[in-house]
C-alpha cells in the first residue's frame, strides 16, 4: 500500500477510534492478546526467518538478541496487552475545572494525540506494545520497523488486525509500512498531513536522524549509557549483585549499565570481587589508571568510553574522591536515561536523587527496572529521555493530550 494512503486510513481512524468506549478498546485488546498466543507458532516461523537473516548478516549479539522471539516473549507480549486493559482509560479524565468571575466553566480533559508514528528497529515486541498503549487510548497507530524485523513484524501485525477483524474493531487501526526503504523513512517523517507525533525507537543513529530531519514533533526515546555509583558506604555484596545484574541480565537493552563509578576508598576491596562475578560472564572491563591497579584484567578506558553505549557484554570503570566528583561525571556522560547509586547513606542518596540529571534515578537498585511493565504501565511506547511532555517510560499518559471544556450561559466577551 502507498504510503500516502496509509496516512489517509490513519487519520481516518482517529476519528472513529476516540469515540470508542473503554469497554470496546479492551475488548479489541484481550482479542489481540488471545491471538499473540493463538498464532505463536506463525509468528515464531516468521520470526526464524529474521534471525537467520540477521545471523547471516552477522548481527551483533545484543541485538540479536532484542531481535529474538520465543514462546515465553510472546506470552510476556500478551501479558503485557492483558495489564493495559487492566489499567484505567485516562481518556475524558477531567484535569480540574475552575469558574471564572463571568461564570465560564474552564476545565481541561486528556484526549488522544490523534494518529501516532513509531519509527523503530530491530525490536518485534514494540509492535504489540505500541498497538495496545495507542488503542486503549483511542490512538491510530502507523508502524514502520525495520528491514531485520520485518518478517516478524508483519505476522504480529496480521495476527492484530485479524483479532481486531473479529471484533468489528476497525483492523487498519494499526499499520504497518512494509517498505523498508531509506526514501519511505525519509518520506514517512514529514507526513505532518497525517501524522501527529512521532516516536523512534533504536540506535543513537536512528534517534538523531529522526530528530534532525523529522517535521513532525517528535519524543525523543534516547540512548541509555546508564551509570551505577558504587560509594564508600556501599553494601559491597548488594553492589556485585546489582551491577552484575544491571550489567548481563540482558545486553541489548537501553537501560543495561555501561558505566560504573567506584568510590576510590572502597576500590580495592569491591573491584576484585566484582571482576570476578563479571569474568564468569564474559565481560571486558576497561578502566582508568587506578581502577586498573585492583583488577587483573583491565583495558585502559578513552574518553569514548565514558559515553559509550556498548549494548555488548563490556562496562567502563571510573574512580572518584566523591560523591559530588561521581555526580559531576555522570551529568558529563550520561544520556539523561537512568543511573544508580549503591549506599547505606541517607545524605549521599538524597544527593543522588537531588542532583543526577535523569529521567529515572535509583537508590540500590538496577537500572534494568527502567521499563514500563515493570513501573506498571503493562507496556511502553519508549522510554524519553527529553523534559517536554513526557519523560522516562511512556504509558497511556504519555499518549494523551488535553482539550479545554468552556461552558457558558451567553457569555460575549466586551
Known amino acids: 500500500m502507498e504510503l500516502m494512503e496509509i496516512g489517509k486510513i490513519a487519520k481516518e481512524m482517529k476519528y472513529e477510534l476516540a469515540k470508542l468506549s473503554t469497554e470496546k478498546k479492551n475488548q479489541g485488546i484481550l482479542a489481540a492478546a488471545e491471538g499473540l498466543e493463538r498464532d505463536a507458532d506463525k509468528i515464531l516461523a516468521a520470526n526464524a526467518v529474521d534471525m537467520e537473516n540477521g545471523r547471516n548478516r552477522q548481527m551483533p549479539q545484543g541485538l540479536l538478541d532484542r531481535l529474538l522471539l520465543t514462546e515465553d516473549r510472546i506470552h510476556q507480549m500478551a501479558e503485557g496487552l492483558r495489564q493495559v486493559v487492566a489499567l484505567p482509560d485516562p481518556i475524558g479524565e477531567m484535569l480540574g475545572s475552575t469558574r471564572r468571575p463571568n461564570g465560564l466553566e474552564i476545565g481541561k480533559r486528556r484526549v488522544p494525540i490523534g494518529v501516532v508514528g513509531v519509527i523503530y528497529e530491530a525490536r518485534p515486541n514494540v509492535t504489540a506494545d505500541v498497538f495496545g498503549l495507542c488503542f486503549k487510548t483511542g490512538n491510530a497507530v502507523i508502524l514502520k520497523g525495520g528491514s531485520d524485523a520485518i518478517t516478524s513484524n508483519k505476522a ?186 549503591v549506599t547505606t547513606s541517607y545524605d549521599h542518596a538524597r544527593q543522588f536523587l537531588d542532583e543526577i540529571d535523569a529521567a529515572c534515578v535509583y537508590v540500590n537498585a538496577s537500572t534494568r527496572f527502567t521499563d514500563g511493565f515493570e513501573f506498571g504501565f503493562g507496556a511502553e511506547i519508549g522510554i524519553s529521555t527529553q523534559k517536554l511532555h513526557a519523560r522516562g517510560p511512556m504509558g497511556l499518559e504519555a499518549l494523551t493530550s488535553t482539550k479545554y471544556i468552556i461552558y457558558g450561559n451567553g457569555q460575549i466577551r466586551e
Not at 182 to 206: C, Q, S
Not at 219 to 228: A, L, P, Q, R
Not at 232 to 250: G, S
Request: aromatic fraction near 4%; charged fraction near 25%.
Open 156 to 341: 504480529i501485525v496480521e495476527s492484530i488486525q485479524r483479532s481486531l477483524e473479529s471484533c468489528g474493531l476497525m483492523p487498519k487501526s494499526v499499520q504497518l509500512i512494509e517498505d523498508t526503504s531509506r526514501t519511505t523513512t525519509e518520506k514517512f517523517m514529514k507526513m505532518n498531513e497525517y501524522v501527529d507525533l512521532l516516536i523512534p525507537r533504536g540506535g543513537a543513529g536512528l534517534i538523531r536522524t529522526v530528530v534532525e530531519n523529522a517535521t513532525i514533533p517528535v519524543i525523543e526515546t534516547g540512548t541509555g549509557n546508564c551509570h551505577i555509583y558504587v560509594d564508600e558506604t556501599a553494601d559491597l555484596a548488594m553492589a556485585c549483585d546489582i551491577v552484575e545484574n544491571a550489567k548481563t541480565q540482558r545486553i541489548g537493552v537501553c537501560n543495561a549499565c555501561e558505566s560504573l563509578v567506584v568510590h576510590e576508598d572502597i576500590a580495592g576491596a569491591f573491584l576484585p570481587m566484582l571482576e570476578t562475578r563479571l569474568r564468569a560472564k564474559q565481560v571486558e572491563i576497561r578502566s582508568d589508571s587506578r581502577a586498573g591497579r585492583y583488577l587483573k584484567e583491565s583495558v585502559p578506558a578513552t574518553e569514548e568510553d565514558w559515553g559509550k553505549e556498548y549494548l555488548d557484554l563490556i562496562i567502563s570503570v571510573k574512580t572518584v574522591s566523591d560523591i559530588d566528583e561521581a555526580i559531576r561525571h555522570i551529568n558529563s556522560y550520561n544520556t539523561g536515561h537512568s543511573d544508580a547509586i
